[in-house]
């Protein structure tokens, strides 16, 4: 069932993307073209670096939030081979393979999103040279809440993790658990 | 002699009653008795709350483990260090340069 969601919001995303493509290099060529007209050249250079900026902010936050979840990924695998050694042994699993199964979800779900949200290109809409820094700022701003909102996907994922752990440490009877 | 008045003058086929001076018992008796009923109620009482004391204590009872469930728990206790490594850093930091930028356009 999980899975299947998965599988559908991976073909969304790649239907997505190839229809957006076109609609970006028509976006950046009527940036450019308008970049072109501006009479203040340091503005247009100014404009220029900031949208450089919006790319590298994005690149290099989704990176960080990529390399992230693979480490999760890679801790969640660790932790499920501990349970399946418990099983082994006789332990009642039920609630520790339960918290893992969804941290697993949580984990593959959150890497689709960061990488739609790596794809995701912060090209200006210049209205014109006057309204440049408007325009510059609601795109800050778009950029700003994408982050802030996947960010807080990470954070929850992370939280799904540690609860995982949780559940295989009360297997292993520590009793500090929740004390 | 005289507790056996009334029995003796009590017409026949009565029950003869006893006086009330043997009804009472004597004042030093009846405080031994008193004291009595109080140390049995007192040794009750301790009892009780030591009763009580001693089952609202958790009671902690080890768990039996054995070498490998030990290897196992420093093994998640590692996880647990890692997962609290992951460098999750709020966004706000990558914006001070953009900002400057635009303060600047």
Known sequence: ?179 | MENNTLAQEAPKGTIPTPSLETKTAKPQSRFWMLFLALFILGIFFLGGTYYFVSSQKATYIPAQINNETIDTQKDVIQLEGEAAALDIQDVDSDFTQVDAELKNL
Do not use: P, W
Request: proline share 0%; charged share 35%.
């Open chain 1, 1 to 179: 069932m999980i899975k299947e969601k998965i599988t559908e919001k991976k073909d969304a995303i790649k239907e997505r993307r190839e229809t957006t493509q076109q609609e970006r290099k028509e976006k950046l060529a009527t940036y450019k073209k308008r970049l072109a007209t501006f009479k203040d050249t340091v503005k247009a250079e100014r404009v220029e670096r900031i949208s450089t900026i919006f790319q590298t902010i994005n690149s290099k936050r989704t990176s960080i939030m990529s390399t992230n979840l693979e480490r999760m990924r890679s801790i969640i695998l660790k932790l499920e081979e501990k349970v399946a050694q418990l099983e082994k042994e006789g332990k009642d699993t039920t609630q520790a393979k339960q918290a893992i199964q969804e941290a697993k979800n949580g984990i593959e779900t959150t890497r689709i999103v960061v990488q739609t949200q790596a794809e995701k290109e912060y090209t200006m809409t210049i209205s014109s040279e006057n309204t440049v820094k408007t325009d510059a700022a609601t795109m800050r701003s778009a950029l700003h809440t994408d982050l802030q909102t996947l960010h807080t996907t990470v954070v929850a994922t992370r939280n799904q993790l540690s609860q995982a752990i949780s559940e295989t440490k009360i297997l292993l009877g520590d009793t500090k658990h929740g004390e």
